[in-house]
């Protein structure tokens, strides 16, 4: 079993930058593919941006390349978001998620474990 916890979020200003994180539980995270992803009011769940564990290859959603960047400290069991030049459609709950797999899919239905949730806001 593995347990995600995130943190980091806020409120920002357009233009600024927010660093989220995700602290994993268990022995296994340098083996677990990571992926964030967000949800704003009255949507469904989307996918931001996701990490492998083999050779850490990552890919991110087309509406956040070239301002967010994801990463991975295995030492640490920690995976980061890295969000800059924010905007007020990025406004919404970021959720880490992790799957045994090592390809790091867009497509929620495969990941295996999700974290709570932590609520970032952009203000225009």
């Known amino acids: 079993q593995v347990q995600l916890v995130e943190s980091g979020g806020g409120l920002v200003q357009t233009g600024g930058s927010l660093r989220v994180s995700c602290a994993a539980s268990g022995r296994t995270f340098r083996t677990l593919t990571m992926a964030w992803f967000r949800q704003a009011p009255g949507k469904e769940r989307a996918f931001v941006a996701a990490i492998s564990w083999s050779d850490s290859p990552t890919r991110y959603a087309d509406s956040v390349k070239g301002r967010f960047t994801i990463s991975r400290d295995d030492a640490k069991n920690t995976v980061y978001l890295q969000m800059d030049n924010l905007k007020p459609e990025d406004t919404a709950v970021y959720y880490c998620?992790?799957?045994?797999?090592?390809?790091?899919?867009?497509?929620?239905?495969?990941?295996?474990?999700w974290g709570q949730g932590t609520q970032v806001t952009v203000s225009s």
């Open positions: 998620a992790a799957r045994r797999n090592t390809v790091a899919t867009y497509d929620r239905y495969y990941y295996d474990y």
